[in-house]
């Protein structure tokens, strides 16, 4: 019988068929990080219950931390007592792997956890933040889970579990130069919208999914929530088993030999059965901008923002007027040229070696515009480190990019990290709410390399005019 990559997974890992959908699942990998904290932990601690398997578990400090230099003083932070310090505590006594501040492997958990061989092909893997989706870009079936939920794996390693129906996405063709894996998840999410994905799991394939590499694949894997998809997914090849050997986490020698001879089986047979399936023509994308308060409000660079005057209904229109009105356009106005006050980059959507090394190719003998304010957050020490010895950090500073610690940072602005109020914002992040960067802050989602043509421009600019 032909399966699809998640079917395979799926029963690869039921361990009871519950009924009406549901089954209990057998989880290989949870990764807790400050946000959670120590409350996890805490129906463990009144039952007196120890964890059955503590090594499958790892945390790591990304969500509430401040990056400025020096990190600030952690018991200020929002939640430092029973977050960052909480997690700290309970991590010992339990046994958990911990990566914790000033290790080098401590960064934004679905940038971790692919760098360090914990997620692999073929596994579950859950975390409390839903853009775990990014993970499943490794062949993996990986979901953002509720604070009740990681209690349950925390005590059981096995979690009940809705099971999904299946989407196909194909990206067929080639996308053409300077465009992205951030331009082809907008360019999706633009054309099928902000809820095609509920109820699904979508598996991202197709030519230009295929040429991707891994780090390529997490991204777009990575937005998949932000079609409403609990889990996104993309089948690991040759590209993925070359990025794992070697990780410190990852089967080593024959372990991995065997490893791969059963990765290699988890791919969609042919035939196998989607109860969607939608083809994207990839050529057809060019960078994308976002110009609202969603993600799906989204379009290339040389378009122009939506007329309400133009919508098909009341609804829309309303819609449309909300979201122009909060980010401060004038319906109709090309998005091109539009000024920006500040611009990041970071988060578990862009700020992996691969992701600075195109925008530095961009700043390159480039200043940052007056004016603007600008932000690198590298994903991890590691990335940090890599990307140092490479120079990089070189051409963000001599641009007048500020050089930070890793975090989570401005995707979610909950530490002390902060853009001021009203500030428009140009970000390699992935949610462009009301307020997702800070009171009133407008937010602009593209790809490094569009963030960093904008904070030498000062204004949202075609990267394709600067390109090298
Ligand atoms: S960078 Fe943003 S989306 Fe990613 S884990 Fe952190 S808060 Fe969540």
Redesign the pocket.
């Given at each position: 019988m032909a399966l699809s990559l998640f079917e395979k997974i799926w029963r690869e890992h039921v361990i009871r068929d519950l009924g009406n959908g549901y089954a209990l699942l057998h989880i290989d990998r949870n990764v807790n990080h400050d946000l959670v904290g120590s409350l996890v932990f805490e129906p463990l601690d009144k039952l007196k219950r120890r964890m059955p398997f503590p090594e499958l578990n790892f945390a790591t400090m990304?969500?509430g931390i401040d990056t400025d230099p020096g990190r600030g003083d952690e018991t200020k932070i929002p939640g430092g007592k029973d977050g960052v310090q909480g997690l700290r505590r309970k991590s010992k006594e339990y046994g958990v792997h911990l990566f914790d501040l000033g290790d080098v492997r401590q960064g934004?958990?679905?940038v971790i956890t692919p760098e360090l061989g914990i997620a692999l092909p073929g596994l579950t893997l859950v975390c409390g933040?839903s853009?775990t989706t990014t993970v499943g870009g490794m062949g993996a079936l990986c979901w953002g889970a509720g604070v009740t939920e990681i209690e349950h794996v925390l005590a059981t390693q096995t979690l009940l579990v809705e099971k999904p129906k299946a989407l196909r996405i194909l990206f067929e063709g080639r996308v053409a130069k300077g465009v992205t894996p951030k331009d082809m998840i907008l360019y999706a999410i633009g054309q099928l919208g902000a809820k095609a994905g509920n109820g699904y799991c979508v598996e991202f394939a197709g030519e230009a999914i295929r040429a991707l590499p891994v780090e390529g694949r997490l991204t777009v894997c990575n937005m998949a929530i932000e079609m409403a998809a609990r889990f996104g997914m993309v089948a690991a090849d040759d590209t993925t088993f070359e990025y794992i050997a070697g990780r410190p986490f990852a089967p080593k020698g024959a372990l991995f030999d065997q490893g791969v001879r059963y990765w290699r089986t988890l791919p969609s047979d042919p035939g196998a059965a989607f109860d969607r399936e939608v083809t994207l023509d990839a050529g057809k994308i060019e960078p994308q901008i976002t110009w609202g308060t969603s993600p799906q409000d989204v379009i290339g660079v040389s378009g122009r923002v939506p007329d309400p005057a133009k919508a098909p209904n009341a609804e829309q229109r309303g819609y449309l007027e909300r979201a122009l009105k909060y980010a401060g356009l004038a319906p109709g106005a090309p998005i091109d040229g539009t000024p920006i006050d500040v611009a990041f980059i970071g988060?578990?959507t862009n700020s992996r070696l691969s992701d600075l090394r195109r925008a530095a190719q961009i700043l390159k003998g480039r200043k940052v515009a007056k004016g603007v304010t600008a932000w690198c957050v590298p994903g991890s020490g590691q990335v940090k480190r890599d990307a140092e010895a490479e120079g990089i950090d070189r051409v963000f500073r001599d641009a007048g990019f500020e050089w930070r610690e890793p975090g989570?940072s401005m995707?979610?602005a909950l530490g002390g990290d902060k853009f001021g109020p009203g500030q428009r914002s140009i970000s390699s992040?992935?949610r462009n709410f009301e307020n997702r960067q800070g009171v009133g802050v407008r937010t602009h989602l593209a790809s490094p390399e569009m963030v960093a043509a904008a904070a030498v421009t000062g204004r949202i600019t075609d990267v394709r005019k600067l390109a090298v």
């Open positions: 990304d969500h934004i958990v679905h933040d853009h988060s578990c989570c995707c979610v992040t992935n």
